[in-house]
């Protein structure tokens, strides 16, 4: 099932009429939103306000109780790149987080006075570990 699909699924599941109407009128995610977001992009060297970044599901799974490492903030850009290449056919999600993570990891080769301070934060070393867990899994699984 495509991740727009279930998470509409899980929407309506928790009342929602879709998974737009949980982002707007869930109160939980509203404060969710707020404690979560960042002002710098995961995959790129994007900063910007809070409220002018995207905070992504990485995972639906746990819809109306999300977890810090089932969202990642990201700027516009590279959260409309993102779905791009799930909406092509060109990468699942899970495989989009993983081409969004090795260019994050090629930015710090290139950039690395700059991402010295942002790059170690501990929200960022949960998440890259996180992916790599789900990439490792899907990995397995394939060669099962």
């Given amino acids: ?24 009128n869930s109160p939980w995610w509203h404060a969710y939103r707020i404690k979560q977001i960042r002002n710098k992009c995961f995959a790129c060297p994007n900063s910007n306000k809070p409220e002018l970044m995207h905070l992504h599901h990485v995972t639906y799974d746990r819809l109306g109780e999300e977890l810090p490492k089932d969202t990642v903030t990201l700027c516009d850009f590279c959260h409309r790149r993102l779905h791009k290449l799930i909406a092509d056919d060109k990468a699942t999600l899970e495989e989009a987080h993983w081409m969004m993570r090795e260019e994050q990891q090629g930015y710090r080769a290139q950039m690395e006075f700059k991402f010295e301070d942002t790059c170690a934060s501990p929200e960022i070393v949960e998440l890259t570990n996180f992916l790599d867990e789900l990439f490792e899994k899907r990995v397995d699984d394939e060669a099962a």
């Fill in 1 to 24: 099932m495509l991740p727009g699909k279930i998470a509409n699924v899980r929407a309506i599941a928790l009342g929602f009429a879709n998974y737009n109407d949980y982002l707007l």
